[in-house]
């Protein structure tokens, strides 16, 4: 076979699993970018952390777009070059099935390794630095994110506050209450606006307003430009997860079934890029007269629950089911048989596909619902 025809197949194959994995990135971040950015329209996140968040949410994206744009770009690349006669051409120039698997498996061999690279380093990381911006907001962040029109709390002083409006500062027109051991303060204010004053302390500041003092006998009056509280910063605590564990944390936990769990199911990633194309290969070459249609839903009911049965893995460890490498086995062995068993019906003359096409060619609206119920019947088997 020429070595040409060989290059020409895996850059319709690159240039397709590129577009694929394009668009399906541009829709995952842009819906990320919609959540938090609702988050942060709800006060749960501070606006100015939002980029940082969306950027270390990147590496867990790619762990969804990778396998998927992958197996999905393979199966219209084969499908496309099947249409146009390409690999019919290229077979009589000696290109058999099996050479054409093995011109595919190559790119996903190579971005499997960038996965496996993903999984166990940067995506860790990435996670952990995503829960320290979860509880690493400053207080003047915190601060800031509080509501006008409404009682809020202050817990580092004890205290509560009601502003009737925002400011660029904090809020204006306050009435607050603190209290303490030994003395209760009752003030108001035209603003008030938090920062912190070092590495140590963080500062609450009352601009221009009177402070009350009540006593046993009378209460003391007071007229301030600036009052300010200060009090010590609370350690950051960053909640353990094992999905911030990266390979050493894990290894040197291998005793554990959930963490030897978690390594199975991150290798189960790569594996399942490598076995998703050689299910996608075979499966082109069978429906390529079913219509891209047919075929890419077919794709994805296989593909969903091979993912959906990759991350569920510690479910069934949790359960007692299985061991770790039991579930690990089973789940790539039934996928990687379907693979072969799809290949061998490829030197056999009967064409399911077809037969299925004609079959329910005047009737779209109930094969549209037969496997709108398959998807459905998947997920629920997968997670519920």
């Known amino acids: 076979m020429p070595k040409i025809i060989s290059f020409y197949i895996l850059n319709q194959l690159l240039k397709t699993l590129l577009i694929t994995f394009v668009i399906l990135f541009g829709i995952l971040f842009f819906n990320e970018s919609i959540d938090f950015l609702e988050k942060a329209s709800n006060g749960e996140l501070y606006p100015s952390l939002v980029s940082l968040v969306l950027i270390f949410s990147i590496p867990s994206i790619l762990e969804v777009v ?4 992958v197996f999905i770009g393979t199966l219209i690349s084969i499908y496309n070059l099947k249409k146009t006669n390409e690999i019919t051409f290229a077979s009589q120039a ?15 061999l190579v971005i499997s390794l960038f996965l496996i690279l993903n999984s166990f380093f940067i995506s860790p990381s990435s996670n952990e630095r995503l829960g320290f911006l979860s509880n690493s ?47 209760d303060y009752i003030l108001s204010s035209e603003e008030v606006s938090a920062s912190s004053s070092d590495d140590s302390y963080n500062q609450i500041t009352f601009i221009k307003g009177e402070l009350v003092i009540p006593l046993k006998k009378n209460d003391l009056f007071l007229d301030f430009k600036n009052l300010f ?16 564990k990266n390979w050493n944390e894990l290894i040197s936990n291998i005793d ?16 399942m890029l490598i076995v998703s194309v050689l299910i996608a290969v075979p499966l082109s070459l069978r429906m390529h007269e079913s219509g891209r249609f047919l075929l890419i839903f077919s794709g994805l009911v296989i ?8 991350i569920g893995q510690k479910v069934f460890v949790e359960e007692g089911v299985l061991s770790p490498l039991q579930i690990f ?6 996928y990687l048989s379907l693979g072969l068993f799809l290949f061998s019906l490829n030197n056999y003359a009967l064409d399911l596909n077809s037969f299925i096409a004609r079959k329910y060619s005047k009737k779209w609206f109930f094969q549209l619902s ?10 629920n088997f997968i997670f519920l």
């Open 303 to 310: 593909f969903l629950s091979y993912y959906g049965l990759v």
């Open 94 to 108: 000696g290109l058999s099935n099996l050479k054409l698997v093995a011109l595919t498996v190559i790119p996903s």
């Open 329 to 334: 086995l089973i789940i790539h062995s039934v």
């Open 137 to 183: 907001q400053s207080f003047a962040d915190n601060f800031k994110l509080m509501g006008e029109g409404k009682v809020n709390e202050i817990e580092e002083l004890n205290g509560v506050f009601y502003a009737e409006g925002a400011s660029d500062l904090g809020f204006q027109n306050i009435f607050a209450k603190i209290e303490s051991e030994d003395l």
């Open 370 to 379: 037969f496997f709108f119920f398959l998807v459905i019947l998947f997920f």
């Open 229 to 244: 509280f200060l009090f010590p910063k609370n350690d950051v605590v960053i909640n353990e997860n094992i999905k911030t």
């Open 66 to 69: 990778i396998p998927t744009s």
């Open 256 to 271: 554990s079934s959930i963490y030897l769990s978690e390594i199975f199911e991150r290798i189960s990633l790569s594996l």
